[in-house]
């Protein structure tokens, strides 16, 4: 029913940016909730950050001052702004989204993800 595609990641040195970009497809009207997890080698998928259609939103403590997380409803698309990047910020970025209205930090409740995205940065 929904399609979701990341974009934007890549190599990058410990301080410096990248933007992620997720366009959606689809049914995507019940997009309600939308957000960013990541994932590293050898460890569980970890919440990043979450928003809903009015922008209301939820940061990891790990990403909070750094991070930014935005959509656009107009365009079915969410982004991750990325500043300050560390070392350990390098994982797959995936994006997801739910019809459920509840800004969840836990994969279980979103209903479809996209494929991924890798982000490395280096020191």
């Known amino acids: 029913q929904v399609q979701l595609v990341e974009s934007g990641g890549g190599l990058v040195q410990a301080g410096g940016s990248l933007r992620l970009s997720c366009a959606a497809s689809g049914r995507t009207f019940n997009n309600n909730v939308m957000g960013w997890f990541r994932q590293a080698p050898g460890k569980e998928r970890e919440f990043v950050a979450v928003?809903?259609?009015?922008?209301?939103?939820s940061y990891a403590d790990s990403v909070k001052g750094r991070f930014t997380i935005s959509r656009d409803n107009t365009k079915n698309a969410v982004y991750l702004q990325m500043n300050s990047l560390k070392p350990e910020d390098t994982a797959v970025y995936y994006c997801?989204?739910?019809?459920?209205?509840?800004?969840?930090?836990?994969?279980?409740?979103?209903?479809?993800w996209g494929q991924g995205t890798q982000v490395t940065v280096s020191s």
């Open positions: 928003i809903n259609r009015s922008g209301d939103r």
């Open positions: 997801a989204a739910k019809a459920s209205y509840g800004l969840s930090r836990y994969p279980s409740p979103y209903d479809y």
